[in-house]
């Protein structure tokens, strides 16, 4: 008895390739958009740290979308000086460090307490947190600077001995206007939390401080960095408050000293430029060390479950 091999199986057929999917016109237009408003925001920058490195001489010369001659870093060097930028950054961080911790703390807790307390009219006051955002500040202006002048502070605290020209003043201000925009990401953010973990911890005699702080606070800490590196830049680009609120000039913020690159007859823009990227360094280094929590605070709360 003879044995035969079985068939050989037929080939399998080889897998399709998934067809390409077509390129839609809306998504063409989009991409278009995007770069053009990336293009917005870059070229003014690149302009400047383009002028900041050519003479003065020459660019007024050749113009300043011409190429270089010479190329040097001098005026970086002069705008540290001739603009007094370590005192500034020092006065800045003076303002914008406790604004950013109690701005945070205050927003985390009432965030909190929103959100996990069954308190009344929690839904209302959120609402109300939210409208606020929409108050142009200009509008308060007047009565701030005139309610400022008004509110005494002892004089270790205040040189002016009242709230207006003073650090603390302008501290308030920022944690007032920025209070409302950080509870409304802060309480979305904690609702994606599962409430069983602080039940659990309330089934364990944890308390409400204990809840918030031990338990609810360390979830929070992609949001955390999220809100902490745009509050940060928030007040360090803020240029309004510090000119109406202030009238020391040996107190004013960073972006303030920028006026003393500017002569009374004539003015180098390129050294301007230079002061200008010094000042807006800062903020690009707090972000390239925060960007990846920034992106992750942006995203977490995006979906629940």
Known sequence: MTLTAPPAAPPAESQRSPSRRPVRPLRILLHVFLVLVALGWLVPLALAVYASLRPYEETARLGYFSLPEHLTLDYYGEAWSQAELPRYYLNTLIIVIPGVLITLFMASFTAFAIARLRIPGRKTLLIVFTAGNLLPPQVLITPLYT???????????????????SYLGLILIHVAFQFGFCVFVMANFMRTIPEEISEAALVDGAGVWKRYWRL????????????????????????????????????????????????????????????SVLVALPTLIVFQLLHKQFVAGLTLGSTKG
């Open 147 to 165: 309610l400022y002048t008004l509110i005494p502070l002892p004089a270790w605290l205040s040189d002016s001995q009242s709230l207006y020209d």
């Open 216 to 275: 609810t606070l360390p979830l929070c800490r992609p949001v955390l960095a999220a809100l902490s590196t745009l509050q940060f830049t928030w007040m360090y680009n803020d240029f309004l408050w510090a000119l109406v609120l202030m009238s020391s000039g040996d107190k004013l913020p960073v972006t303030s000293a920028l006026n003393n690159l500017r002569g009374q007859f004539f003015t180098d823009y390129n050294l301007l430029a230079a002061g």
